[in-house]
């Protein structure tokens, strides 16, 4: 049994909190590109234009992105034959503390949702722990902003509701949203599960790379299909009117109940950041 | 472009027209939820505000920690709608100006024609780059708030758009409603 210390997961976890805020990952970076150099509407390319601008300056002056440094999602896949030696949980939280309080991230978490004092350390994470196969310990970090996050919906639909429930529901989330989440946006889908699955797939559909597409091919198409949907609701950058919308919409599916159609919506912007580090 | 400097007069504001891009100078005041909060209770106490808003600028932000040799960390606007509850009680305390992100409601539409106050939308996001348009950072009161104390900011050409000018005209629709015609 290989043995991981806590320590090192605490260093981890600080490094990737810190990374994360300030380079925006690859396959992000290249659609925003991608999409100031398509965008037909004047206005809007010029706001595609500054967002570019800042992701450069971010990444070159080690800044962060955006001052919502977010609450930090941490996701752990551990190794069955791996031994943590120490409390996995408090290693994180302390990796938390140490990104946000030593790399002047902002801290956004308050201890308690009706009394709302600050934690003033940003601690502590939200943990999705999953145990696999192997010696190996995959740590993400994917710091999410509440601006887009307070767009994030959840419906349990019919089965009766179908294909076409889903993309309705998936384009009035976006209509209700707006300019709110910081648009281009980037939408992770999540179908089927029960009410809890559903919401973390959505979650885990924001880090799908944006190149990527699902590999069963109907569902492929129906990304493809919502994303032009969203790209036709002339919502644009900043809400200001545009082509570009959405960067990328990825969907995750899983078993479900006969009686039941769950779909989640989570709303990202287009400072979709996570980054990772295997162990 | 147009440069205009913080606070503003009614003639200030009366003058943007929504969707016009300024550039923004001078003195504003950061606060968000909490911190309007605070200012409701006491406003209904009966108690002075820790800033005379007449003519002033809000900026809906919190920033990140202050780097070593800098003024400001990364600074971007926050979701201006959660502020739309609170935001008539403070135009007719003389507030003229909103920086923000998103669309507004109605009853803070109706606010801003009846007192002459404009709403600017900065670009949401963009908070490295907008950093360099802050020149000095001075937290003013409840520092127990963190992020969200009320800060004084000395700006430098912050780059705007007038998202909701003081006729009510909305740069949201108008921009959207123009994208689509073209793109038809």
Known sequence: MREISAALITETVARLCVEANRNLPEDVCAALHQ??????????????????????????????ICQDTGM?????????????????????????????????????????????VNTGDNTPAIIHTR???????????????FGSENMSRLAMLTPAAGVEGVKAFVLETVRLAGANPCPPMVLGVGIGGDFEQVAEMAKRALMVPLNESNPDPSYADLEQELLAAVNQTGIGPQGLGGKTTCLGLHILQKPTHIAGLPVAVNVSCHVTRHATEVL | MKKLTAPLSREDALSLRAGEHILLSGTVYTARDAAHLRMLSLIAEGKPLPVDLEGQVIYYAGPTPTPEGRPVGSIGPTTSVRMDSTTPTLLEKGLRGMIGKGERGQAVIDAMKQHGAVYFAAIGGAAALMASCVTDLQVICWDDLGPESVKRLTLHELPLIVAIDAQGNDAFAMGQAEYLTTAE
């Open chain 1, 35 to 64: 999409a100031a150099s398509s965008e037909p509407f004047v206005p809007a390319r010029d706001i595609l234009d500054i967002l570019v601008r800042n992701e450069g300056i971010a990444r070159r002056e080690n800044m962060p």
């Open chain 1, 131 to 145: 145990l696999v196969p192997g010696d190996k310990v995959t740590l993400t970090v994917a710091p999410k902003g």
């Open chain 1, 72 to 116: 930090a999602i941490v996701f752990a896949d551990v190794g069955q034959e791996v031994h943590i030696v120490g409390d996995f949980e408090a290693a994180v939280h302390e990796g938390v503390r140490r990104g946000y309080v030593d790399g002047l991230l902002r801290k956004s978490v308050v201890a308690d949702p009706l009394r709302r």
